[in-house]
T-cell receptor
Framework: DTGVSQDPRHKITKRGQNVTFRCDPI?????LYWYRQTLGQGPEFLTY????????KSRLLSDRFSAERPKGSFSTLEIQRTEQGDSAMYLC????????????FGPGTRLTVL | GEDVEQSLFLSVREGDSSVINCTYT??????LYWYKQEPGAGLQLLTY?????DMKQDQRLTVLLNKKDKHLSLRIADTQTGDSAIYFC????????????FGTGTKLQVIP
């Protein structure tokens, strides 16, 4: 499978715990995005990487959230001190270099905070 | 800021055509997209249209863009039960990092 993969697919955690999600983009794609999707809503942009550089962060990304892409390949999204309001689907997408190319989404990680 | 709006629900009979509508506010939108999301799955890009186009057809899918009214529609011909899903309209300005702004989605129910 050469698509975007995410791990884990589901995560249940207790409030206050830290969680980390991983995204593996399509191998030749240098641009990587994280989105959050809550029930009944469309995805909302969280952050963007070009290679290893994090170039844009949404105001939705509070200081409890941190994302990395250390070698410009896979990326991790960590949420510290989780809150019930963090419960959502976290989607990763990747895109190759060049204008006009679209984003390819992974299956998402569904987070439930109890 | 950008805003994308869609109706929440559409029900059609199998074999009929479905038309899903979307309005957006950002006149500088360069790309307009339609994504499909099935239950428990990620987003699948169906088609996209550049803002300098009026129409794009791809097999059973027809996208119409009225840039003056900032209105986008997706027509699915001969709708099948497998088309039941949530359809998201989305836009981006292109260039740079191309952040995509999504609508809230339209749930399409196909009745056999």
């Amino acid at each position: 499978d050469t698509g975007v993969s995410q791990d884990p697919r589901h995560k249940i955690t207790k409030r206050g715990q830290n969680v980390t999600f991983r995204c593996d983009p399509i191998s030749e794609h240098n641009r990587l995005y994280w989105y959050r999707q809550t029930l009944g809503q469309g995805p909302e942009f969280l952050t963007y990487f070009q290679n290893e550089a994090q170039l844009e962060k949404s105001r939705l990304l509070s200081d409890r959230f941190s994302a990395e892409r250390p070698k410009g390949s896979f990326s991790t999204l960590e949420i510290q001190r989780t809150e019930q309001g963090d419960s959502a689907m976290y989607l990763c997408a990747s895109r190759p270099q060049g204008a006009g190319d679209t984003q390819y989404f992974g299956p998402g990680t569904r987070l439930t905070v109890l | 800021g950008e805003d994308v709006e869609q109706s929440l629900f559409l029900s059609v009979r199998e074999g009929d055509s479905s038309v899903i509508n979307c309005t957006y506010t950002d006149s500088s939108s360069t790309y307009l997209y339609w994504y499909k999301q099935e239950p428990g799955a990620g987003l699948q890009l169906l088609t996209y249209i550049f803002s300098n186009m009026d129409m794009k057809q791809d097999q059973r899918l027809t996208v119409l863009l009225n840039k003056k009214d900032k209105h986008l529609s997706l027509r699915i011909a001969d709708t099948q039960t497998g088309d039941s899903a949530i359809y998201f309209c989305a836009e981006s300005m292109g260039g740079g990092y191309q952040k995509v702004t999504f609508g809230t989605g339209t749930k399409l129910q196909v009745i056999p």
